[in-house]
């Protein structure tokens, strides 16, 4: 098939690829002429595991071209895949659809008729219905669809060739017909496809990514109550997580989620919610935000007693920038934040990350960026573990002791092995697991 995939940031790269790898014809778009040339020569925009050799695979073989024009998209197909982004508004919890409405009323002048236009974008619930509305006087005869990413950061390019499901909420069979056929080789390996309304498309994407930022700061709550009561919210974790009605992921006490999605998206939701009158049925999603956020003011508040209860003047060394590990996204990273807290405590904070020092620098150049991890723990008085990438825990603790000041470790992810690390001469403090060294109040 020919289709367009309009906007290449992170979702658009990884489905345009994707969708060239398993033989269709597309064409990228996007209004950044810079992010353009690079991509047409085959180099990614974004770090994420396979897409740089996914990519020069599949520009060199013909079937992917990038352009900056829609008219150029238009002529070329009559299927459009949406993914630009829905940040959140600066004036409240709101999605931002400006960049969704641009598109379409970029397109809508050169839509051929009959063409079909598939949101991927993550959408307030009613925002395929408008559209339709919107596209009936200016473009008649195009369909709109809609048809969720659920993508995770780090496999992004594994999920959108073996996704767990497939999500399509159409309006007509026609638009169903040519999904199915975008998506035949994930349908024949047995992909479960949930053919449905537009409506009940948006719902499942902010439905998912609310009930798993539920989970996650459920556990982070947990942890609250362990260090308060003296117990190991790992232990609690891993016994409630085999119950299968509950299960496993998404139940580790740490820091707290951050990146592009969840936090925006369960504000949208909410926002959205109170827009149709049903905000009262998800108002705990209020209370799951501020949890979350709650787990960077308690790492900052953590590493300023360790500090003897004043950071200034003190060297920090803080392993990980991304918001999680296999990512080089900093965009609502709980990471950066805890780092710029204590910067602006007066500390001095040194930052390593294996893939994100670049996209750190951008956002917060007034933090120290360390290149590897002995010369981000140099002379340290502290080391926080914020971002749980695997380097870290191939990290040797007996010879990182002999650099740093004071051999004192707050593992913030929970995510490093306690004992290797004692053994070592470290005091190790984690949250939800007060009787590692001592409590880590």
Same mark, same amino acid.
């Given at each position: 098939?020919?289709?367009?995939?309009?906007?290449?940031?992170?979702?658009?790269?990884?489905?345009?690829?994707?969708?060239?790898?398993?033989?269709?014809?597309?064409?990228?778009?996007?209004?950044?002429?810079?992010?353009?040339?690079?991509?047409?020569?085959?180099?990614?925009?974004?770090?994420?595991?396979?897409?740089?050799?996914?990519?020069?695979?599949?520009?060199?073989?013909?079937?992917?071209?990038?352009?900056?024009?829609?008219?150029?998209?238009?002529?070329?197909?009559?299927?459009?895949?949406?993914?630009?982004?829905?940040?959140?508004?600066?004036?409240?919890?709101?999605?931002?659809?400006?960049?969704?409405?641009?598109?379409?009323?970029?397109?809508?002048?050169?839509?051929?008729?009959?063409?079909?236009?598939?949101?991927?974008?993550?959408?307030?619930?009613?925002?395929?219905?408008?559209?339709?509305?919107?596209?009936?006087?200016?473009?008649?005869?195009?369909?709109?669809?809609?048809?969720?990413?659920?993508?995770?950061?780090?496999?992004?390019?594994?999920?959108?060739? @073996?996704?767990?499901? !497939?999500?399509? &909420?159409?309006?007509?069979? *026609?638009?169903? #017909? =040519? +999904?199915?056929?975008?998506?035949? %080789?994930?349908?024949?390996?047995?992909?479960?496809?949930?053919?449905?309304?537009?409506?009940?498309?948006?719902?499942?994407?902010?439905?998912?990514?609310?009930?798993?930022?539920?989970?996650?700061?459920?556990?982070?709550?947990?942890?609250?109550?362990?260090?308060?009561?003296?117990?190991?919210?790992?232990?609690?974790?891993?016994?409630?997580?085999?119950?299968?009605?509950?299960?496993?992921?998404?139940?580790?006490?740490?820091?707290?989620?951050?990146?592009?999605?969840?936090?925006?998206?369960?504000?949208?939701?909410?926002?959205?919610?109170?827009?149709?009158?049903?905000?009262?049925?998800?108002?705990?999603?209020?209370?799951?935000?501020?949890?979350?956020?709650?787990?960077?003011?308690?790492?900052?508040? @953590?590493?300023?007693? !360790?500090?003897? &209860?004043?950071?200034?003047? *003190?060297?920090? #060394? =803080? +392993?990980?920038?991304?918001?999680? %590990?296999?990512?080089?996204?900093?965009?609502?990273?709980?990471?950066?934040?805890?780092?710029?807290?204590?910067?602006?405590?007066?500390?001095?904070?040194?930052?390593?990350?294996?893939?994100?020092?670049?996209?750190?620098?951008?956002?917060?150049?007034?933090?120290?960026?360390?290149?590897?991890?002995?010369?981000?723990?140099?002379?340290?008085?502290?080391?926080?573990?914020?971002?749980?990438?695997?380097?870290?825990?191939?990290?040797?603790?007996?010879?990182?002791?002999?650099?740093?000041?004071?051999?004192?470790?707050?593992?913030?992810?929970?995510?490093?092995?306690?004992?290797?690390?004692?053994?070592?001469?470290?005091?190790?403090?984690?949250?939800?697991?007060?009787?590692?060294?001592?409590?880590?109040?």
């Amino acid at each position: 098939m020919r289709m367009t995939v309009i906007g290449t940031g992170y979702v658009g790269t990884v489905h345009a690829a994707c969708m060239a790898d398993i033989g269709h014809q597309v064409l990228g778009l996007d209004i950044d002429a810079e992010r353009i040339a690079a991509l047409s020569a085959g180099r990614a925009p974004l770090h994420e595991d396979g897409l740089d050799a996914l990519l020069a695979r599949t520009v060199a073989s013909g079937r992917l071209r990038f352009s900056t024009s829609l008219a150029e998209g238009a002529a070329f197909a009559g299927t459009h895949f949406v993914c630009v982004g829905t940040p959140q508004r600066p004036d409240g919890g709101a999605a931002d659809l400006s960049q969704v409405d641009a598109v379409v009323d970029g397109l809508a002048p050169h839509l051929r008729p009959g063409s079909l236009l598939v949101g991927k974008s993550t959408v307030p619930v009613g925002t395929a219905a408008r559209l339709a509305g919107r596209l009936a006087a200016a473009a008649p005869g195009t369909e709109v669809a809609w048809n969720p990413e659920f993508l995770r950061e780090g496999s992004a390019v594994l999920d959108t060739m @073996r996704p767990e499901r !497939l999500v399509v &909420g159409v309006t007509s069979a *026609r638009a169903e #017909a =040519v +999904l199915r056929e975008v998506y035949a %080789p994930m349908i024949r390996a047995g992909v479960p496809f949930f053919g449905t309304d537009p409506a009940t498309a948006e719902l499942v994407k902010v439905a998912s990514n609310a009930f798993l930022a539920t989970k996650i700061s459920f556990i982070n709550a947990m942890a609250e109550v362990c260090d308060a009561a003296g117990a190991d919210a790992t232990v609690l974790a891993g016994a409630i997580g085999a119950d299968p009605r509950i299960g496993p992921r998404f139940l580790a006490p740490g820091l707290g989620f951050g990146g592009s999605c969840f936090p925006k998206d369960i504000r949208a939701f909410a926002a959205r919610a109170e827009e149709i009158g049903a905000g009262e049925a998800v108002a705990f999603l209020h209370e799951v935000d501020r949890i979350n956020t709650r787990q960077r003011r308690r790492t900052v508040d @953590r590493a300023r007693l !360790l500090l003897g &209860g004043s950071s200034a003047g *003190r060297r920090v #060394a =803080v +392993l990980g920038a991304a918001f999680k %590990p296999g990512s080089d996204d900093v965009r609502d990273s709980p990471a950066l934040a805890v780092a710029a807290a204590l910067r602006a405590q007066g500390a001095e904070v040194r930052v390593h990350d294996p893939e994100a020092l670049d996209n750190a620098r951008a956002v917060r150049p007034e933090l120290t960026y360390a290149l590897d991890v002995d010369k981000a723990c140099e002379g340290a008085d502290l080391v926080l573990h914020l971002t749980d990438w695997p380097e870290y825990r191939s990290v040797d603790p007996a010879a990182l002791a002999s650099l740093v000041r004071s051999p004192v470790l707050l593992d913030a992810r929970n995510g490093l092995d306690p004992a290797l690390w004692t053994a070592a001469g470290w005091t190790v403090h984690a949250p939800g697991r007060p009787g590692l060294s001592g409590g880590a109040s």
